[in-house]
């Protein structure tokens, strides 16, 4: 009998950047098309551009026509809903974001990802201010969300806790100086690997594409990798589970061949 397992999805971190152009996009691709071609080589994409500013409706429109069925986009939320000292206080601008025309993107739409700055750190009653926030349903939709923190005074049991009453997964980030957390909360993981190299074509040595290739499979189906650290103990439920994995690096040169490299593994 086949092991159940849940969606894996890998991708990269925009589709707008120029270094790409003759090295994953062809050459004379006009530049109108670069996110059809993207969405034909990956199957997920990490929008940056909503952390910055507003987007609006047209363009989630736009965006949601130009990719394939099964394509999923995940979201940054706005830097004006995490950059602040009382999260508490950021329900006018999560309301905002999804009153942009977020839910234009339809069945393309997957996780909203809400980065904390590195000099933010634990308060568990602010940050549980904070999850509460963050609607669980829109018009009938129900909504994901993860959560990347980035100080290391997060790495107690006491997060963890929290994140698991309000079913919010902590972004496994894989960097140099930015705790990784591995601790399972909801019913997907989101994981960014930051440590590709541009001298690298595949953006990450064969051995490595394979470990976290097995990782993916091994959350897709419930379990827990062995090899990556964690905060508290307790295990899960075991249950499928969707992945979201992005290749996001300094210079992102070869995150795309990364992303195809992964892909091609995990099939």
Known sequence: MACRSGNIYIGIGGWTFPP???????????????????????????INGTYYGSQKPESFRKWAREVPDGFVFSLKGP??????????????SVKRFYDSGVLELGDRLGPVLWQFAPTKAFDEADFGKFLELLPRKLEGRALRHAVEVRH???????????????QVPVVFAEHGKYPAIADIAADFVYARLQKGSDEIKTCYPPKQLDAWAKRFQCWATGDEPDDLPRVDGAQPKKVPRDVFAYMIHEGKVHAPAGAMELIARVK
């Not at 090295?23 to 059809?36: G, Q, R």
Request: with cysteine; aromatic share 14%.
């Open 20 to 46: 790409w152009r003759g090295i994953f996009y062809p050459d004379k691709l006009a530049h109108a098309k670069e996110l059809a071609y993207a969405a034909s080589k990956l199957t997920s994409i990490e």
């Open 79 to 92: 830097r004006f809903a995490t950059n602040r000292r009382g999260l508490a206080e950021a329900g006018d």
């Open 152 to 166: 290391h005074s997060f790495c107690t049991p006491a997060f963890i806790s929290l994140l698991r009453q309000f």
